[in-house]
């Protein structure tokens, strides 16, 4: 019986408020020998260490033992869809990450810059620190007027979006290939379906091929980038809603476009405005009784764990810590505090390291630990857990869940 | 590569023997802060304490993270089978707990008894705390006599059984619709197969029907309840056998119908007299040449959970740890020692709650914990996993699994 049909089915509905907390790449590592401390521990957390008293510990793995996560597949795992079953294209993450709304049936791609020769082989293909902005409007619309084509080009990302309902999630990851050959001396290859035997996915190739013909002459006088290439076309996945799959009424109150559009991927409203963290726990506290559900994500611990700036990584986390008792006003039934993946300072990026949770309800029971800290959860009674289980330990910790058999 | 396959395949015959001793509901959780304990902790336990020294500990998830578990699922995954893969419908389940024995084929439903109007629509199907006692015996055989039909009517637990060897494992689970609206104003409905294209679950839907039409009239004289609904009607799932499966000879000791009942389904001898946990010990002293297995199951832990009784809770436990030197007269060569699931005294019910194990061997190895609780079994060797898994520990401790690969 599959896992998720089981959890469905056992599904009660409920008034109980249930709070996800994502400090973005809290989780780090110790690396000095037995005197060493990660950002959580060396951080002053007075808040946080008094939530330890009713709450159980864990550490949970993202993707899978060793996968360092995107924050699509670290996002969408919180969100309780497994990352391998629900992929989401980067042309989708780089789309969503501009702030672009996508709708069902859109396409999108990363796109590059790139410089192209007299010849049209590819002479240079490294201007992603370009800061040209071009954008391409419906006059550029093709036949049939519903597919149209937009590229979006600003700062360091681009999207192209091509709207095309007709198209479903067989076409989510790799439907089509690259218009871009990864080394540079060759043209720019045209983009071919995977699958040969897609209709849709080659319309869509058409569509993408016929946007080339469009676009390059309105570049082809641009100095250095006369081109561009077109990576990771993919399309949005067809995500179970999350409102009725987990029975919540979901909010996300994020400040970051990408974070707002994953959660939009999965049908969450999103709650525009705040811009500090004890804004968005200030407007937690004014839309408490509109949803029973609420990601809130804090950016700057992934930020400067990016950045390798452990001091830096701390004062965030002392900084959340600090406005910790706004949220705390209207206490939510259930509250998970974890990040989408570990970003240790030592590594300057995101890593496969298991992510410190901090769960407490009524019923989460006491796992007696003084601290919120990787070693501390590493002793707590959650164990260690695949991400995409937070959101069932909510659940029960709700009391949303049946029993299972008699 | 199926893993039960595997472990069949590396399967060896043993002399030694196994003892699974369940404290039912044993987990349970601290609420009240750093000071707070569970009945586990809170008790005085030598005995346990003193196996500590030589045990490795951990936490067993029954089912699957967040999901709380009935007596049926919490077994089958102490005995090895996957709780989802084998599941018991509730008519056995109930037709278990009222001592009823079931054999291959055998269909079981729970009953209620309810009042029906002159126009036989429902009038009240509140009667589950009736006290009527029927029983309608073979007189009542409908053609073909192979097929008979039983009402068995008790306190508040009722069983309907059809012996039907032709059906098999299919019908498991909804095989056919409930005999009940459930609500009031509407005509008993009959029963349908679930798939429409099952002849024996059409076959089963007659002979319930035909049920009906005997049993009805023998109850319409009687007040208040002069009906009956029946629900959950599920056919004794095919389980593999216990010691085919894992080469041992298994006994059940237990006092109560539903663990003897479930340890039946796989296949156990079930040992019947003892009526207390030191009865229980001293019995299996008495059987400790015939078997090599024993499930030895101790009720009151669960039954004070359930109530909410810290204090009961607290003792039953004590008075298990006071037996407990029976048992150890003769010392099994694998003893673990759990629950089949946490009902934590705050919840007055079962539990998602890992339950904590302890399993020593001579090969266990020494976690060097001091005490068997929720916290130590925490930082235990074990690591947190699911039930299912038990057995296999018990039989690599036993030596029963050969070498993988060279």
Redesign the interface.
Known sequence: ?N?DT??SE?TLKTDAKLVLLVLDGVGDIATGGPDSSTPLEAASTPNLDALT??AAQ?RMIPVAPGITPGSGPGHLGLFGYDPLEFQVGRGVIEALGLGLELKAGDIAARANFCTLNLDNSLEDRTFLRSVLYYQITRDFIPAPKANYVRLVINGESWGIYVNAQQFNKDFVKDFLTDADHHREGLPIPPVRPVNDRSAKAKKAAKLVQAFFKMALPVLSKSKPANGFLLRGIAHQPAIPGFEERYRLRPACIAVYPMYKGLAQLVGMKKIEGPQTIAEQFQRYLDEYHRYNYFFIHYKYSDMHGEDGDFEAKKKSIEELDSALPILLQKAPDVLAITGDHSTPCALKGHSWHPVPVLLTS???????L?RFTETGAN???????ESK?LI??M??NARM??????
Do not use: E
């Open positions: 019986m896992l089981l959890y056992l008293q009713n864990g009524a019923y989460s029971g006491s796992d007696k003084d002793m707590g009674s959650l164990g260690v857990f289980f069932r330990l659940q029960a869940f049946d029993k299972f058999g008699a």
